[in-house]
């Protein structure tokens, strides 16, 4: 084969190389692009859960206030019941003098 034909199909394949790898280039651009996107949307979330166990924990807090409030209702509840009783109590000797 002639050193001309030789020099021209190399310079065909070195151009046709150069294309691909142009190209490869810019894919490995998009998928950095990409990565880029994800990792800020990877910020985001990580972001939110912990918001989310910040309101989880505040939750917890009120949950636990409100079953502390419940337990002192409870308790005055049965002492109003108490203090009824000894009422009904004193109050029916009262109504049988009538």
């Known amino acids: 084969m002639p050193l ?7 310079r065909f394949i ?3 190389l150069n294309s691909v790898n142009k190209s490869l280039n810019s ?4 998928f950095s692009s990409i990565n880029q996107a994800l990792n800020s949307v ?14 989880n924990e505040a939750l917890n807090f009120i949950n636990e206030a409100l ?3 419940n337990e002192a209702l409870n308790f ?14 004193i109050n029916e000797p009262l109504s049988l003098k009538v």
């Open 27 to 30: 894919v490995n651009q998009a």
């Open 4 to 10: 001309r034909k030789m020099y021209k199909y190399r």
């Open 42 to 55: 990877n910020e985001a979330l990580n972001f939110i859960n912990e918001a989310l166990n910040f309101i």
């Open 76 to 89: 005055i509840n049965e002492a109003f019941s108490f203090i009824n009783e000894a009422f009904s109590f």
């Open 14 to 16: 070195n151009e046709a």
């Open 67 to 69: 079953n502390f409030i």
